[in-house]
């Protein structure tokens, strides 16, 4: 097992390296980018479908759909009209990584972009891992998964810098409460942001779009 | 990553070596042990809740219960009246292995035992690639999360037997269709059994306690 353990190590290293010049290529190009976690079906594409519907025409844009198979979210969000999206289809693999988002980025002109969005593959744990140059990581948790979630995947959480708790339209059809998902939340990461609302009514989706345009740097 | 991959197929192997140990074990006391999968909080612990309740009476029944962190999935598996209920923490990790299960049930009589659950982790990739010994993996799925789930997670859908709608009361408050998801399923697997149910409600939960019963070995 130290064997496995070095290399992942390894693995990992390689991969911090490689984030970081991603991130200084971001840094230098002024564009904010933002890492997309959740577990499957929380919301994530809903909401970029959404923040491109609302900020398209201010802001310019761009996407990495990334996806174990298919490339329906990429395809989903071309609908929303997203000008420059890319698809990464991991083939199997549970994350992505930062040569994954590299690649998928050669294509993509930095100049001017004021926001990338990463969408990460659904999965709590993986995801965590894994530096992709991002500024931030924002994970979604949706109030049918239950609030005990930042508790059971405290990783994720603790290496977020925004939860964004979707579908409060569907509270009181579960057991979820809003005041112990962020309290569970704040347990594991006092220094979350958190952003209630729900990409089907529309509530709360002011202050996300609110939050975005504070934090892009031009 | 010739490396990475060779060290990755000693690890699987050396899982699949315990796990056809646990599965001779399983066959010689006549358990049924099933692998229940599916994404954080799609009700795998409110399943089991449910099926302590209306068979505890009639099957023997033990569980394993793993989670990333903390032991909040035993613990409510106990106060469903799990006599048997031994609880894995991955710390960090994003699978069971067949080693952990194999740990877990050192203390875990066999002998008239009707039914074996482990509950996995939360995650509809990584579960997938380690064989825990079971008769059958049982992915859950709830409608909650998009009826394209089979289509972009294939690798657990393939490899399950049984897989389980949950949260079937919630229709109507997304955009989720039986038919779509019963349909991407059997695209991936043409040999799958489908269970539409819903733990809150008790609405299919028969269904399953009736397919349960016909696959007890005793």
Redesign the interface.
């Known amino acids: 097992m130290t064997?496995?353990v070095t290399?992942e190590q390894k693995?990992l290293s390689e991969n911090d390296r490689l984030a970081a010049e991603l991130r200084q290529k971001f840094t230098r190009h002024r564009v904010l980018c933002l890492n997309l976690v959740s577990?499957?079906?929380s919301g994530k594409t809903s909401l970029l479908e959404k923040t491109l519907a609302a900020l398209n025409h201010e802001l310019k844009i761009a996407l990495v759909a990334g996806?174990?198979?298919?490339e329906?979210d990429a395809r989903r969000l071309e609908r929303a009209g997203g000008k420059i999206v890319r698809p990464i289809v991991t083939g199997?693999?549970?994350h992505l990584d930062a040569r994954m988002v590299a690649k998928a980025l050669e294509a993509v002109p930095l100049e001017g972009l004021d926001i990338l969005f990463i969408e990460n593959?659904?999965?709590?744990?993986?995801p965590s891992s894994y530096d992709l140059g991002e500024d931030m990581k924002v994970v979604l948790i949706?109030t049918?998964?239950?609030d005990?979630?930042p508790?059971?995947?405290?990783?994720m959480f603790r290496r977020s810098s925004v939860m964004v708790v979707n579908?409060v339209?569907?509270i009181g059809?579960?057991e979820f409460s809003l005041a112990t998902v962020r309290e569970n939340a704040l347990t594991i990461n006092g220094q979350l942001t958190v952003i209630e609302l729900s990409c089907?009514s529309g509530d709360g989706l002011p202050a996300w779009y609110g939050w975005l345009r504070s934090q892009v740097r031009r």
Chains 1, 2 share one sequence.
């Open positions: 064997e496995k290399i693995v577990s499957p079906g996806d174990v198979q298919t329906n199997g693999a549970c593959v659904g999965n709590l744990v993986c949706s049918t998964e239950g005990d979630k508790l059971k995947y405290p990783g579908k339209d569907l059809s579960s089907r």
